[in-house]
Structure formats: structure tokens, C-alpha cells
T-cell receptor
Framework: KAGVTQTPRYLIKTRGQQVTLSCSPI?????VSWYQQTPGQGLQFLFE???????NKGNFPGRFSGRQFSNSRSEMNVSTLELGDSALYLC??????????????FGPGTRLTVT | GIQVEQSPPDLILQEGANSTLRCNFS?????LQWFHQNPWGQLINLFY???GTKQNGRLSATTVATERYSLLYISSSQTTDSGVYFC????????????FGDGTTLTVKP
């Protein structure tokens, strides 16, 4: 079975621009979660989608948004980029949402640099 | 929200040594996972272990949910074990959201 894939792997953007990152979960997985990893803040939860519905959200500003499509693929968007948005963005997929059996598998990440 | 503390923050070992990494959490959890992050940033699943004990080769893990901690054991360490080890928990009161500890950075010297 193919793992979680994320595109693009690397991205350089300018302050004020917007960016869209994509994540394809493992076949059959319906939950997709997004995380931001920075040296200062560690790994922080952004949001989780299950069956096209956002089920949970972390403490990030409204500039961070996401969506999930009927095939479970997910995109996250960051508008009006700031220098502090430079980070590794990780996507994880799971068969279920929350509760027993919620085992997450991570993609390789997208490394975003904002200049 | 739930707090996750990992110790030690850094660990340096000689190849062949054994080690124990600890993860303490502040509230009841549905799930707990251990990951190894390689130098390229990929998070690799080690264990899904909300309770009990599991073993996989040189690695084993134990979670005592009632006492709110989990341990990861690495035996006969190899240089390829180097990297950052993370514990992630899903709080009982916040299903669908995983909270990560700050990680333990392991360096295994030849």
C-alpha cells in the first residue's frame, strides 16, 4: 500500500503571498490531519478532517484553512504569508477519527520557506 | 489542554548501549503513539500503544495509562537509531487531536 504523499516537498514564497499544500492519504483512510513543525514551537496540531468535515482545530489564526475532498485528499491553504509561517508542514492519515484505533501515519512533509 | 513531557531532552550513547525514553502526560488518553523522526523530517511509526507492552525487534514500549506515562526502550543501539523520538497522545476529552511532546534527541556514536 502506498504511504501518505505530500506535494510539493519544498516551497519558497514571499511574505504576503498565499500557498496551497496537498496531501493524499493512505488508500482507505478517511481522516487527514495537518501539523506545523518549527524549531521554536515543536509539532503543533492545525486541524483534522474526516469525511470532508473539519472535526477539530488547533490554535492557529484564520489565515490557515483547509479542506478535504470526497476522495479523502486534503489541501491546506495559508493566506498572507508571514516570515513566522516558515516551517515543515506534516500531514497524517488515519482510518478513523479519534478514539480507539486512531493511529496516524505521516507523510514526508512540505518544507515552506517564507522570505 | 493536555500536557506531554518527554525526558530526557537529549541523550548521547555509544553504539551497543541500551536506553529508556519517558513520556508523561497530564490527563486520560484514548491513544498514544511513539514516532522516530529521521534527519529528513519523516515521522516513522514505532508503536501505537494506548496501554500495555509491545515489542518490535530491539525496540519495546510500555504504557501505564492509569499512571499517565509511557516508556520506550531501545536495546543494543545502532547509529541508525539517531534522531528525534516523539510521543504523541490523543486526550480522552479532545478526540481527533494529537498533542506531541518536545521529543528526545538521541545521538548514537560509533
Amino acid at each position: 500500500k502506498a504511504g501518505v504523499t505530500q506535494t510539493p516537498r519544498y516551497l519558497i514564497k514571499t511574505r504576503g503571498q498565499q500557498v496551497t499544500l496537498s496531501c493524499s492519504p493512505i488508500s482507505g483512510h478517511r481522516s487527514v490531519s495537518w501539523y506545523q513543525q518549527t524549531p521554536g514551537q515543536g509539532l503543533q496540531f492545525l486541524f483534522e478532517y474526516f469525511s470532508e468535515t473539519q472535526r477539530n482545530k488547533g490554535n492557529f489564526p484564520g489565515r490557515f484553512s483547509g479542506r478535504q475532498f470526497s476522495n479523502s485528499r486534503s489541501e491546506m491553504n495559508v493566506s498572507t504569508l508571514e516570515l513566522g509561517d516558515s516551517a515543515l508542514y506534516l500531514c497524517a492519515s488515519s482510518l478513523t477519527t479519534g478514539g480507539l484505533g486512531y493511529e496516524q501515519y505521516f507523510g514526508p512533509g512540505t518544507r515552506l520557506t517564507v522570505t | 489542554g493536555i500536557q506531554v513531557e518527554q525526558s530526557p531532552p537529549d541523550l548521547i550513547l555509544q553504539e551497543g548501549a541500551n536506553s529508556t525514553l519517558r513520556c508523561n502526560f497530564s490527563d486520560s488518553v484514548n491513544n498514544l503513539q511513539w514516532f522516530h523522526q529521521n534527519p529528513w523530517g519523516q515521522l516513522i511509526n514505532l508503536f501505537y500503544i494506548p496501554s500495555g507492552t509491545k515489542q518490535n525487534g530491539r525496540l519495546s514500549a510500555t504504557t501505564v495509562a492509569t499512571e499517565r506515562y509511557s516508556l520506550l526502550y531501545i536495546s543494543s543501539s545502532q547509529t541508525t537509531d539517531s534522531g528525534v523520538y516523539f510521543c504523541a497522545v490523543e486526550a480522552y476529552t479532545n478526540a481527533g487531536k494529537s498533542t506531541f511532546g518536545d521529543g528526545t534527541t538521541l545521538t548514537v556514536k560509533p
